[in-house]
């Protein structure tokens, strides 16, 4: 059977293959569907925004499809800029202006914590979709370090480490991530979905 991944983001495409194994099934992207027209991410939530791209790929391609929708939540911002996280700069801004408003944002700010969430969500080619999640807490750093990973990863040094998420190995982002952590979940709570498929 075949699993689409309903993301057009080619990092966090290879984030999921390299830390999920999927076992037998013959794995596709939103990248081999160019048919397929762009998920308009407008809910209000990961959660809701996570089901809406796994509900409208699965529909469009008769697949089983399976969401990322991610977001850094910061504490002294109430959770910004969560959900909104890809255009925290405005439509069509790069990651590098996102991190400069985040800088911006918190310059006047003791409290730097922080953690990156994932929600999953898992539909079969009706529409039918069911959710999990999984957290990294951290902190924001006062200026970027490191190049790998995307997003504002040179600005998040996770729990337990001295680097940012850019300045540590792609292998240690990989076991230790929000992304990491709920498709690890995703590995036990739907060990036997997926294997049926
Ligand atoms: P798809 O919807 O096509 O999957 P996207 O980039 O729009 O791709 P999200 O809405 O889930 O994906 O991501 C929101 C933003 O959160 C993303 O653009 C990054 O800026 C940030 N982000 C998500 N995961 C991240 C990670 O692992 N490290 C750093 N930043 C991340």
């Not at 951290?138 to 040094?157: A, H, Q, S, V, W």
Request: aromatic share 8%; charged share 25%; net charge negative.
């Amino acid at each position: 059977m075949k699993l689409v991944l309903a993301t057009r983001n080619a990092h966090k495409l290879e984030e999921i293959q390299a830390i999920f194994d999927f076992q037998g099934l013959e794995v596709l992207s939103a990248f081999d569907f160019p048919d397929v027209p762009d998920v308009v991410e407008d809910k209000e939530t990961l959660e809701g925004n996570a089901v809406k791209k796994a509900v409208e790929v699965a529909q469009a391609t008769g697949c089983w499809a399976l969401a990322d929708d991610s977001g850094l939540e910061v504490a002294a911002l109430d959770g910004a800029p969560g959900v909104y996280s890809a255009r925290y700069a405005g439509d069509h801004c790069s990651y590098a202006d996102n991190n400069v408003k985040l800088l911006k944002e918190l310059a006047d700010k003791d409290d730097r914590s922080a953690q990156f969430r994932t929600v999953l969500a898992l539909s079969d080619p009706q529409g039918k979709a069911q959710t999990l999640e999984g957290a990294c807490p951290g902190k924001i750093i006062e200026e970027l370090r490191g190049t790998n990973g995307f997003g504002y990863d040179p600005l998040f040094i996770p729990e337990g480490h001295s680097g940012t998420f850019a300045e540590l190995d792609a292998a240690i982002k990989n076991k230790i991530s929000h992304r990491a952590r709920a498709l690890q979940k995703a590995a036990v709570e739907w060990a036997a979905l997926l294997s049926s498929l």
